[in-house]
DNA sequence: CGGTAGACCGTCCACTCTGGACGGTCAAGT
DNA sequence: ACTTGACCGTCCAGAGTGGACGGTCTACCG
């Protein structure tokens, strides 16, 4: 079986977790890892059934009611993940950004920009309340790929305030 | 027929290029909006045929050798890209990088920073060199979409350089 | 002048991902 | 008893992915 990126966060969020549901996964997912790398919900009742099979967690299910699968990390999975932090990563990043689509193809930044603006503004605010709220008590990873965002977003807000200004 | 954002790239090479061969919008597209959205080369096969099918594109097929399709914009195709030029950019931008990725589960700072300083180095260097040599007679739209790639890496670099010398 | 290496170019296919529709379950409050 | 809204799982058509495969053309070599 080949393990993609989405396989590995699956197995890190159990990990974290102890146990985890896919619903729970979507949860986990929504506020942290969510903001680095989409996960689709469908993914998280797929997903989790491969890397099962594959001997990296195990399932148990409620047999009434919503059929709840629950998910545990077995070695297996734990020394998979493990052989993945320690290597290289593979392939490199890549952005994309429908305004900045738009912006090669010629639109009027004076008019896309107060929105992207607007757009930032939210998302530094949200990961600014976090890094707030939890910097002090979060892990390290976590924490670190909050910077980053925040970075990032200063960065994107610096760019399009100079486009909204110009003209 | 529903539009992508990869219609919207091939109808805005189209026309830019005024014709265009897949091929040809393989190597348009490698060292410009390429670097933005990554287009896969089988969609640049694919696209245009349906494009063409639905009157955004005019094709053109050479009868021997190798068959090469040549497209062309329509009017209603350039309809379709200003309309979607106009409008305000649906979604929100993600960013995906493989390196942060690990650093949420936990990798080592220390271990991965090096590369991946090495890698937004090449990138920057590469951008930089792209605008030194085209930045003057560029249109707006695809230098404004290099500068945001080289602010990018600027923020990148910034971030992996002091994760590199922390600890 | 035939041959061939390597660039040039097109097609195909199995697989995964995407986005959303749809439908069922449960707790709390009328 | 009944409704409402949160909670939760499954499905599917269409889009994207990555790479294999194979054919065409040019330039140069023997």
Known sequence: ??????????LGL?????????????????????NLWTVQHAQLYT????????????????????????????????????????????????TRDPGLLKLFFGADPAQLAPAEVERHERKLAQYEATMAAFGATMPQGPRLA???????QHTW????RALAGAR
């Open 1 to 10: 079986m080949r393990l993609t990126p989405v396989s590995y966060i699956i």
């Open 14 to 34: 159990v990990r974290h977790l102890g146990e985890a549901t896919p619903y729970a996964l979507k949860a986990a997912a929504a506020e942290s890892v969510g």
């Open 47 to 94: 997903e989790p059934e491969k890397l099962a099979a594959a001997g990296m967690l195990t399932e148990e299910r409620e047999d009434a009611g919503r059929r709840r699968r629950t998910y545990r990390i077995t070695d297996a999975g734990r020394e998979a993940l493990d052989a993945w932090l320690h290597a290289p990563p593979e392939g490199t990043g890549e």
């Open 146 to 152: 909050l910077e980053a965002g925040i970075v990032h």
């Open 157 to 160: 807000l610096a760019y399009w």
